[in-house]
Structures are given as structure tokens and as C-alpha cells.
């Protein structure tokens, strides 16, 4: 990434240490540890181009991210979502295709179309799939072939509509209290539903993900969801464009040794997917 005269700069997510109060910085390759200054055109960019990757950011991941107040930091997520590149959401802001309705082009469509055809191998007649929500499940969801008997279960509204232009898809949406963050159903019988199942396969997308660290996000009960949701199937699979590996935020949802597939855009043997190759995880 060119900022400012030409410095290249390298995003770096982090789990926060006790003294820290964020999970994401930015840092020189030069290992400096001051955050950049970014003119403002640079700073929106940088904003823009972050929530389209990880789906949504929280206010004071992209305070620490760009160095500059939150005041500074919702202005221009004001200013962005008026120009409607992205949504507002309880603090911080979401990507603007991920939100119901809204006409606004997939981030990297044509990586997540690469994903989609790769995850349509885990399927078989009479699946019983758990899937998640984002804008790369939605491209695998228009893929499946309309022959597919299946049964799909979601926490996700938007996955669930989606689904039943599906004919043969059997689409269960377990019901509950949606969070503003995830677009999931969060509530209390949504761990009493999970925990009473058993899908072949649970498929979901990611915020972060990084060999080391493993998969993580930033709000507390989509976690709690989605760990349910890992528990629930005898399979797990992670869709995720390669613009998220190596990241990581406050949280943790699983260790990598708790998935089963890892699908990318890339080929398995790209040097990128050299640390998650180690795992024991296949690579599609």
C-alpha cells in the first residue's frame, strides 16, 4: 500500500496485551510501533477499504488503526456512509454489500466466486448443513445447483432468504434476538437449538484468521454463536479471501486445530498458505 509519498505500509492485527486497548494497529515494516498520519482522502480509503475486507470494524479498532481521534473517526464514517460506500452500525461501520438491499458491489467478487466453487465439493445429497452469514456465503449460496437436496440451518436472516430460491434446500432459521453487529440470531435459544444438533458440515466465513491465533472477531456474542456453531457439526469449514489471513482481533472464537477445511481464492500450494499447510486442516 502507497501512502504519503510512497511508504509502504503493512497492516498488522493483534491480540491487545493487558495494557492495550485495541486489537489493531498499523505499523511500518520498519518495525516502528507510531501509527501512521494519513491525510484525509488516504484516511477513508484506508477505513473503506478495511471494513470491506474484515466485513465490519468497531470504532476504536479503527481509531488505533489510523491514530487519530474517535470524533475524527466517525466523521468520516459518517461522511463515507452518506456517500454510501458503507453502513453505519452501533459503533463502528459494516461494508455496504454485506447489508440487506443495498446496491453496493461485493468486495473482491471474484475471489469469493473462486471460494464459492470450491465449497460446492463439500456438498452431497441429503447434507445437513449449518452456514453463517457474509457476502462470500452468499455467492456459494447462488452456486449450489438447484437439484441439491439438502438441509440448510442458519442463524443468519439474510442466508436464510437467500436459501429458498433454492427449491430442493429444506431452509431452518433458528429464530432469536439479532444482533446489530452480525446479522445473526444471538439469543438464548438460539445455544439451546444449536446444542441439540448435529450437521455434516458447518460452513461460515470469518473476520480474522491467522495460523498462530486462529479464528477471531471482535463482538462477544457473535462468538459465543459461532462457537456454537463449530460444536454442532461434525465438520467445519472456513471460507475467507486471502486478504484476511494473517489477522487477528480481540477475541477468540476457535484454534485453527478446530477446523477442518480452510477454502481460498488461492491455489492450496500458494506460498501465502505456507503456515496454514503445517495444520491439520485441508486446504481447498
Known amino acids: 500500500m502507497q501512502i504519503n ?59 488505533n488503526l489510523i491514530d487519530v481521534s474517535e470524533d475524527t473517526i466517525r466523521r468520516d464514517v459518517n461522511e463515507l456512509a452518506e456517500e454510501g460506500q458503507l453502513i ?51 455467492e456459494f449460496i447462488k452456486k449450489i445447483p438447484n437439484t441439491l437436496r439438502a438441509t440448510f440451518i442458519t442463524v443468519n436472516v439474510l442466508t436464510a432468504v437467500e436459501l429458498l430460491d433454492k427449491p430442493m434446500i429444506k431452509t431452518i432459521m433458528i429464530g432469536g434476538q439479532l444482533s446489530t453487529y452480525s446479522q445473526m440470531t444471538v439469543s438464548g435459544e438460539v445455544f439451546e437449538y444449536l446444542a441439540n444438533i448435529r450437521a455434516d458440515l458447518c460452513l461460515m466465513g470469518t473476520n480474522a484468521i491467522d495460523s498462530s491465533a486462529g479464528l477471531t472477531d471482535s463482538d462477544w456474542e457473535t462468538i459465543q454463536v459461532k462457537k456454537a456453531m463449530i460444536k454442532a457439526a461434525e465438520k467445519v469449514a472456513i471460507i475467507a479471501i486471502s486478504e484476511k489471513l494473517n489477522s487477528s482481533m480481540q477475541m477468540k472464537i476457535a484454534d485453527i ?28
Open 257 to 284: 486445530d478446530e477446523i477442518d477445511y480452510l477454502i481460498t481464492e488461492l491455489s492450496p500450494d500458494s506460498p501465502e498458505l505456507q503456515s496454514y499447510r503445517s495444520k491439520n486442516l485441508t486446504i481447498l
Open 88 to 138: 453505519r452500525i452501533k459503533g463502528g461501520a459494516m461494508s455496504a454489500a454485506y447489508h440487506y438491499g443495498h446496491d453496493a458491489k461485493t468486495y473482491a467478487q471474484s475471489s469469493k466466486l473462486v471460494i464459492a466453487e470450491k465449497s460446492l465439493t463439500l456438498l452431497r445429497d441429503d447434507i445437513i448443513v449449518l452456514i453463517g452469514g457474509g457476502t462470500t456465503v452468499r
Open 5 to 63: 509519498g510512497g511508504t509502504t505500509q503493512q497492516i498488522s492485527y493483534l491480540y491487545p496485551s493487558k495494557k492495550a486497548s485495541s486489537a489493531v494497529m498499523i505499523k511500518p515494516k520498519s518495525n516502528g510501533s507510531t501509527p501512521v498520519a494519513l491525510q484525509k482522502k488516504d484516511r477513508k480509503s484506508l477505513i473503506l477499504k478495511q471494513v470491506n475486507i474484515h466485513t465490519r470494524l468497531m470504532y476504536n479498532d479503527l481509531v
